[in-house]
């Protein structure tokens, strides 16, 4: 995530506004909070919603591997075991999470980029 945020703040950096902006007698720091930071943080903000399933099941595998007692392993024992309720509900809670994630991220997104705004698309 930070790497896609430097490369998308050196994009950024490298438009006219920014040098308007410094012709302008901005201070550095008000440039970059003002004019690039803004847009080039849209990306990292829409990854967010891969955070909150990824705390509760990215590390499955290595929970398995390395016996840890969280979700992982019972996760496997119930794929296992054929226990379709526990199983199911794992499931069901990581696409909930999911789903809470992309609300969030379609939030924040809606909140700090001005151009992106809530309402209905016209049709052409």
Do not use: C, H
Not at 60 to 73: D, Q, R, S
């Amino acid at each position: 995530m930070i790497r896609t945020l430097r490369a998308t703040m050196l994009d950024e950096l490298r438009k006219q506004y920014v040098t308007v902006a410094r012709a302008k007698g901005l201070s550095e720091i008000a440039v970059l909070v003002k004019y690039p930071v803004r847009l080039a943080i849209n990306p990292i903000i829409s990854g967010i919603m891969w955070l909150l399933p990824w705390l509760f099941s990215g590390g499955t595998v290595v929970e398995i591997v390395m016996n840890l007692p969280t979700a992982g392993p019972a996760l496997w024992r119930a794929l296992m075991g054929q226990d379709m309720y526990l199983a199911g509900s794992y499931i069901l809670i990581t696409g909930t999470l999911t789903t809470l994630g992309s609300l969030l991220s379609d939030i924040l997104l809606a909140v700090i980029d001005p151009r992106i705004r809530f309402g209905a698309v016209e049709a052409a």
